[in-house]
């Protein structure tokens, strides 16, 4: 993944947190599954 890919990500992300804050279910549901898979990786590791 370059860098231009990764702050892409990064500028996506940081909007979706921004629309959970101000009560977007949709952007809410996709953060719980981002924090879920997280969670899963740190469990295989």
Do not use: F
């Amino acid at each position: 993944m370059n860098e231009s890919t990764m702050k892409d990500y990064e500028v996506m992300l940081w909007e979706t947190i921004k629309k959970a804050h101000s009560g977007d279910e949709q952007a809410r549901k996709v953060l719980d599954r981002i924090k879920d898979e997280l969670n899963q990786l740190k469990t295989i590791n």
